[in-house]
């Protein structure tokens, strides 16, 4: 009876296998990326994707399995991929998976799996992380080459933080290939604070990845599943009984069979009920299952004899009820795994204390004795687990301390962020706990610190710098103090706070003069006092660590602290400087072989072109540069930063729908804060030049625009609020668009950076020519401040000259510079602008003239609120089109006829169309011969009574 309580006929579940396979079709055509399974334990998960799985590979996909394990939890970082990719190499081999990777790319995977060889040397977080992830993401994609491929991992509700974040990179970023990952979860394990919840959310808004829950089975399903145990129809009593009692959970229906006396009787406890199988095993074979326990839900043959003190042939014979019951499985590699989590869990719960101690005291010294006991890599973490949980302090701290430095090793410093803990909350029950992890206290909360930081930890991170600060003396320990306080730094630039530079001096004061360490200082003060828009100081300190890193022989310090010094250049309008300094830096990059100068000095190079009005070259390097950063595996990182610089060269071009596509893609990579920021802007100058209120708003509104959060980069602080006039402008609230002006040239210091230095000015220019009847004292103080900061500004290339024109007001001269660097938006903006003034002179012609070089463009843009303007103004010079169902009347005559319908005077209409009253008489006179009526008000009723004022 104990073998058959599993049903040999799968049972129901056709509308889920039809979802999966309708995925699979999906994904082969890239419109689908990953399913999300959830259902509570004991529904069936597994069994649903294990049938799904043998579909697959009957249809000839390549099926991998991966799952997480609770161990996941307690820093086993990866788990499911190192799973996965074992699978792969005992199908395929090192070698055959190497050449589906950039050259010396598997050295990366070897931080998963030591098969790969030695892993790179790589100290920078951002750089080795990413290049992991987008190592992955290679080999799935060229294993989706040759057939489809697709991705189990089971149980994400245990997955460590390493392993969500790469699922969720993965799924964003798969779109392309015909790879389905599916992912399965326990729903009711998801208590509110559950750190899955928050992934669950966000992949659900990922587009492609679809979400899918599994149900109890129907009565009629379980007495299916109970045909298939007890290979007879049972009596309908039964079901209705089982039914009941299991509530549908196919676990739970298996456990009420598993029954001698077939009267289903039910346990005090969800607990109780799956034991009952185990209770009915052999005492000896019931020993060995709670030993297993203690080992996790997978555990291996040679570790689970060491552990429990059997031989192989006694081990065998103690498990074989065991299997034959179907409460463990054979798996691969000489391994067994329990047939359900839920009964690993509630065997060890039955633990005694004494007994959880002794057997985790057992597997860490089996495992100390032998690492070749458990898969590998695992082996520190292990240790951490079971020393841990033999409450054997000294060596728990010891462990945590090994598996948290192999942790960060692998760039899996979430995972390390525990270990740390561990080991600092241990700290005082261990004498000599420095002697015996050659590390004192304050090194401990350094390196958590680090591990923090590199997490995005920030609240945690400022805990442990405030901790090390506390215990170190800068006296006699002046270069960790420094690094703390550049650390210090780093985490008040995350969450948004003032003040950073002090930090930053106050590092620098600490440090010895013409060191290293000096140099580093002088890297991250200089590029934060150039970003503030404090030029002369920020060029000063670069240079003086320039001076520094080439005494002492460092390039990539020096590489570094040139692109500090071309962003300088860059502030101060000098932006051929600061493409020739970016272009000695990528120099350096490409001779010392660091990938990361190369790519930002490409990015900064972009930026470069575009100010200097070759916005197509700036197109064709970031083209380049997204090549090299798929190359290095830095796409996710600094190949985002190229990519939003190519969004920002596509709007100026207007390329508007390449632009929002391009900054969608740069977003699906989860960029850092300030990167992503910049990302939305370039989506809010797209959407407030088409009028889409709605994404402007929400932009604005996570860039904390609406409500003007402090700001502290100066080149941030001007493009915000230019967006934020605008969305006053679009409004229609020139009064408070005045006011944004006032605020922001009242600041101490403005960008001096010369294409958006212009820009603002231009458009604050035009603010003022809309508030001016509003508040004209406010108005010309704004221009006079306005022309103070304009003296300051120099020209740095044709973009910046063209906005100078614009704001001088020389329009034609700017729609010509326009036109002549192919910005189609600018272009017509300063065309309409011309038409206004040439209108208002009386010059109907030229104005029209104008506004029909400039329709059309802002149409092909779906410019909205500028198509618009440019209607309404030839509306009022005569230039607008005939409407087909208005050839009764000429165009003036439509445009008074407009007017006359609003109730305007003849003396209204005259001064809106720039023609005299006595032409309008002419015109209304015309309008009523022509239309059959005697009055004004009957010809606006027979204006829309004929639709011709419908256009």
Not at 74 to 87: E, I, K, N, V
Not at 575 to 584: C, D, G, K
Request: proline share 4%; glycine share 8%; with cysteine.
């Amino acid at each position: 009876m104990l073998g058959r309580m599993v049903s040999p006929v799968f049972v129901g579940r056709e509308a889920e296998l039809a979802h999966l396979a309708e995925a699979m079709d999906a994904a082969k055509q890239g419109t689908a990326t990953a399913v999300l399974l959830g259902g509570e334990a004991g529904v069936g998960k597994t069994r649903l994707v294990q049938r799904f799985a043998d579909q697959a590979a009957q249809d000839g996909a390549h099926v991998l399995f991966g799952g997480c394990v609770e161990l996941s939890t307690d820093g086993l970082a990866y788990a499911p991929f190192t799973a996965a990719l074992r699978q792969l190499v005992r199908e395929m081999g090192t070698a055959r998976i190497a050449r589906l990777l950039p050259e010396g790319a598997e050295r990366d995977l070897a931080r998963l799996l030591p098969e790969f060889g030695e892993p790179t040397v790589d100290g920078d977080t951002d750089t080795g992380r990413a290049r992991l992830f987008e190592q992955f993401l290679t080999l799935l994609e060229r294993l989706a080459e040759s057939r489809p491929t697709v991705l189990f991992i089971e149980d994400i509700h245990w997955a460590d933080r390493s392993s969500r974040d790469l699922i969720a990179f993965l799924s964003r970023n798969l779109a392309a290939a015909q790879v389905l990952i599916v992912l399965t979860y326990r729903s009711d394990d998801l208590h509110r604070q559950h750190p899955l919840r928050p992934v669950l959310a966000e992949l659900s808004r990922v587009r492609g990845v679809l979400r899918l829950d599994l149900p109890r089975l129907s009565q009629d399903e379980v007495a299916e599943q109970m045909t298939g145990i007890l290979g007879r129809v049972p009596e309908y009593a039964r079901v209705e009984k089982v039914f009941e009692r299991s509530e549908g959970i196919p676990l739970f229906v298996e456990a009420l069979l598993d029954d001698p006396d077939g009267d289903c009787a039910f346990p005090d406890s969800m607990q109780d009920l799956i034991l009952s199988a185990v209770e009915r095993l052999p005492e000896e074979t019931q020993r060995v299952l709670r030993v297993a326990a203690a080992g996790g839900i997978r555990i291996g043959h040679a570790l689970l004899a060491a552990v429990s003190g059997l031989s192989d042939l006694e081990l065998e014979s103690a498990l074989r009820p065991a299997i034959a019951g179907n409460v463990l499985q054979i798996a691969d590699n000489r391994a067994y795994v329990f047939r359900h989590a839920l009964i690993r869990e509630a065997v060890h719960e039955e633990l005694l204390p004494g007994e959880h101690q002794r057997l985790h005291a057992r597997y860490a010294e089996e495992i100390s004795r032998d690492r070749k006991l458990v898969p590998p890599g695992r082996a520190a973490v292990e240790l951490a687990h079971h020393w841990y949980g033999a409450r054997d302090d000294e060596w728990a701290l010891i462990s945590a301390w090994d598996a948290a430095r192999r942790s960060m090793k692998a760039f899996a410093y979430t995972e390390a962020i525990p270990l740390l803990e561990r080991v600092l909350m241990l700290w005082d029950k261990v004498p000599g706990a420095a002697e015996r992890i050659e590390a004192d206290h304050s090194f401990v909360l350094e390196k958590a610190a680090l591990a923090a930081g590199n997490s995005a930890e920030v609240d945690r991170g400022v805990k442990f710098v405030r901790a090390a600060l506390a215990e170190l003396d800068e006296r006699t320990q002046p270069d960790r103090v420094a690094t703390l306080m550049v650390r210090w730094a780093g985490f008040k630039i995350s969450k948004g706070k003032m003040g950073v530079v002090e930090d930053f001096h106050k590092a620098l004061e600490l440090v010895p003069e013409h060191s290293g360490s000096r140099a580093e200082v002088l890297t991250k003060l200089s590029q934060h006092l150039m970003l503030q828009g404090e030029v002369e100081e920020g060029t000063a300190r670069c240079e003086e660590g320039l001076l520094i890193a080439r005494d002492i022989g460092d390039e990539l310090l020096e590489g570094e602290l040139l692109m500090n010094l071309a962003l300088g250049q860059a502030m101060a309008g000098g932006s051929i400087a600061q493409y020739e300094t970016n272009q000695r830096a990528r120099e350096i990059g490409e001779r010392i072989g660091s990938p990361r100068l190369i790519l930002r000095s490409v990015g900064n190079n972009i930026d470069a072109l575009n100010d200097l009005g070759r916005s197509e070259e700036a197109l064709e390097l970031s083209y380049e540069g997204e090549r090299m950063a798929k190359k290095y595996g830095l796409i996710r990182t600094t190949g985002v930063f190229i990519l939003n610089n190519r969004a920002e060269a596509l709007e100026l071009l207007g390329r508007w729908d390449e632009a929002l596509e391009t900054a969608e893609r740069s977003l699906r990579f989860g960029p850092s804060l300030r990167t992503r920021h910049h990302i939305l802007r370039v989506q809010a100058d797209i959407a407030l030049s088409r009028g889409d209120l709605s994404m402007l708003e929400s932009n604005l509104s996570e860039l904390g625009v609406l409500k003007e959060r402090p700001e502290d980069f100066v080149q941030d602080i001007t493009s915000s609020s230019r967006l934020h006039m605008g969305w006053h402008l679009l409004k229609g609230e020139p009064d408070s668009a005045l006011d944004v002006a006032h605020r922001v040239l009242s600041r101490p210091s403005q960008s001096s950076k010369s294409a958006l230095g212009w820009r603002l000015l231009s458009l604050i220019s035009h603010v003022c020519d809309q508030a001016e009847a509003i508040d004209p004292t406010l108005a010309e103080h704004v221009r006079g401040h306005a022309a103070e900061v304009a003296a300051t500004l120099r020209i740095s290339g044709p973009p910046a000259e063209a906005y100078r024109l614009t704001y001088t007001g020389d329009f034609d001269a700017a729609a010509a510079a326009w036109e002549r660097l192919r910005r189609p938006y600018a272009q017509a903006k300063a065309l309409l602008h011309a038409a206004t003034i040439a209108a208002q002179s009386g010059d109907r012609d030229g104005a029209a003239t104008r506004l029909r070089v400039a329709q059309p463009l802002a149409e092909a843009l779906r410019a909205t609120p500028l198509v618009e303007e440019i209607e309404m103004l030839s509306r009022r010079v005569g230039a607008s089109a005939p409407s087909a169902t208005s050839e009764l009347l000429t165009p003036r005559e439509l445009e008074v006829l407009r007017l006359v319908a609003l109730g305007r005077s003849n003396r209204d209409i005259a001064a809106e169309l720039f023609i005299s009253a006595k032409t309008v008489s002419v015109h209304v006179s015309n309008i009523l011969a022509k239309l059959g009526v005697s009055s004004r008000g009957e010809a606006a009723a027979a204006a829309y009574r004929l639709s011709l004022l419908s256009s």
